[in-house]
């Protein structure tokens, strides 16, 4: 959402803004049409300085946001980072998918931000009410979870993924609940005319706090990394633990906050900032709004087909990575690829657009869907080529040149798929209740990636066969199973891989919603305005 809210806002702020020609008719002078160009320069100059002065004075609202948004990009990076963690301890794929479930606040916070809206302090803030002791919740939690984190990862038995979930889901629910607070901040931080600036903050703010805390995180928590890179002796771990990384953000967390509680107050004012008091809705007309909608006919069938549109992709998403990191590929590497495809995700979005502008935006879904389901067929192929290529001191360049082409090829046809979406989403939301609307519909399509990918990693354990090879009469069909196997001097082999079942499931559930359901969701597009109005808007008058 955030990437379709800055292009939508690029392309309304940053429109170049079209020459006036000035021509020289028989009663003209070059002397009067000198005189009229000065003038025009004269006010386009003090246009320009207005706006220019706007946005230095409000600097430091905009670094705020700025930094706001990549405190909340740290823990959801850490969570990313969790699963290469886990996979390179040897966990169940059914402990992934539990894991798993850290991801869904995110998609699931519509269901509390009324409650964020309409309940706070007036003396300390609106947003301030909720802002601050979300935050200092955060960094709590994260100074917590660093003392306790490597019992947790390394407790006997393997991993203590249930406990490690929890922590890690009340991270992902506090960052949810302080994105509301801050998006609801933003509105009113900055002034009409640099509010636009919001959206960038956004974007470019969550973007580096997910870096920092998944990227660099894996980097310089890997000792092949960093002795390979950053290092002159070769030193057993990397220059920094998950367990010190939380303790800095911790910190980081609670002495920012503080900052904030006393140094910002959220009524100040000045010139050219928004004085409106903000739209209040109760919390009550809020759900049964939210209710209404969903109940419309056409809302409610383009919200199960959003449901049901991306189990094709689930296992390709979902799986690969980590079956990746089980194929032995480095889990710093593996994150690192992800730098270069910033300028490519940049730019996408920019260059769809184009082609999603108009009355039939799915149409780009449509033909995206196809390609998407065949890359997954390709990550599947990418997966079993990986042991073969695998060499004593790791794998060569050209493997992650073809990597890199594939996750890139990726991005084209989910980033086609996901502009179309929000691109449609923006046309059939009700003008009048657009932020609702839109969020409802945003949030539904981000729950139609999340049950998918859970179930694919929940299955893959089920779906893979394996056989006690070495000793007569064992099988490995169970963790005990297993245990007695090597017990009696055998070893568990893959005779077949989940992993690819599920791709070629996935792929055929993929290609039958094409054929059946996709033309359903085009037809939508011909729906007319009316059949998306919300007739009942309690409250809205």
Same mark, same amino acid.
């Given at each position: ?86 996979? =390179?301890?040897?966990? =169940?794929?059914?402990? /992934? ?28 803030? @609106? ?26 990862? /390394? ?75 950053? @290092? ?27 900052? +904030? ?63 990746? +990191? ?15 495809? +910033? ?62 082409? =594939? ?45 998918? =990918? ?19 009469? /064992? ?25 690819? +079942? ?40």
């Amino acid at each position: 959402m955030e990437h379709c809210n800055h292009n939508l806002i690029a392309q309304k702020n940053g429109r170049q803004r079209k020459k006036v020609g000035v021509g020289l008719s028989h009663s003209e002078s070059p002397k009067d049409t000198e005189r009229t160009e000065m003038v025009i320069s004269d006010s386009e100059y003090r246009i320009h300085l207005r706006v220019h002065r706007g946005i230095r004075t409000e600097l430091g609202n905009v670094l705020l946001l700025l930094f706001l948004y990549v405190l909340q990009g740290i823990p959801l990076g850490l969570a990313g980072s969790i699963p290469l963690i886990l996979q =390179s301890k040897n966990v =169940s794929y059914k402990d /992934q998918a539990v894991f798993s479930f850290v991801f869904w606040p995110f998609s699931l916070k519509l269901l509390w931000a009324p409650l964020v809206d309409a309940l706070y302090w007036n003396k300390f803030g @609106r947003r301030k009410s909720w802002l601050v002791p979300t935050q200092y919740l955060l960094g709590l939690f994260m100074l917590y979870l660093s003392l306790r984190v490597d019992s947790l990862l /390394q407790s006997e038995g393997g991993p203590n993924v249930v406990a490690l979930t929890s922590v890690f889901f009340m991270l992902a629910f506090l960052a949810a609940t302080q994105d509301i607070a801050v998006d609801g901040w933003a509105l009113t931080m900055l002034s009409r005319e640099n509010v636009g600036y919001a959206s960038t903050c956004n974007s470019v703010g969550q973007t580096a706090g997910y870096f920092l805390g998944n990227v660099l995180f894996l980097a310089l928590e890997s000792a092949d990394f960093c002795n390979k890179y950053l @290092r002159i002796e070769p030193k057993p771990t990397g220059i920094v633990t998950l367990a010190n990384f939380l303790f800095f953000w911790g910190v980081v967390f609670l002495v920012s906050t503080t900052l +904030v509680a006393i140094l910002k107050s959220e009524t100040e004012r000045s010139e050219g900032r928004r004085n409106d008091p903000e739209e209040t809705q109760g919390v009550f007309q809020t759900y049964k709004l939210l209710f209404t909608i969903i109940n419309m006919p056409a809302v409610f069938t383009y919200c199960a087909l959003l449901l049901t549109a991306k189990i094709g992709f689930s296992a390709a998403d979902a799986v690969t990575g980590l079956k990746l +990191v089980e194929a032995g590929v480095p889990k710093a590497q593996l994150a690192l690829l992800a730098v270069p495809m +910033v300028p490519l995700q940049i730019l996408l979005p920019v260059l769809i657009s184009k082609y999603t502008a108009g009355p039939r935006p799915l149409d780009v879904f449509y033909k995206a869907f196809p390609l998407r389901l065949i890359i997954g067929l390709g990550f599947a192929l990418l997966v079993a080529w990986t042991p073969s290529v695998r060499q004593e001191e790791g794998f060569p360049v050209y493997y992650y040149g073809v990597v890199l082409l =594939s996750y890139a090829v990726h991005q084209v046809a989910l980033y086609s798929m996901y502009v179309a979406g929000m691109a449609f989403n923006a046309k059939v939301s009700d003008p009048l209740i657009g932020g609702t609307y839109m969020t409802l519909l945003n949030t539904v399509t981000n729950l139609g990636g999340n049950w998918p =990918s859970t179930l694919a990693l929940w299955l893959v354990d089920s779906l893979t066969w394996k056989e006690c090879q070495g000793a007569v009469g /064992q099988t490995c069909a169970s963790p005990e199973a297993v245990g007695l196997c090597v017990k009696e001097g055998g070893a568990c082999v893959t005779t077949l891989d989940g992993y690819y +079942v599920e791709s070629v499931v996935c792929v055929l559930i993929g290609f039958a919603w094409w054929v059946w359901l996709g033309p359903k969701m085009k037809r939508l597009q011909e729906h007319s305005p009316a059949a998306w109005r919300c007739r009942v808007v309690t409250g809205y008058d």
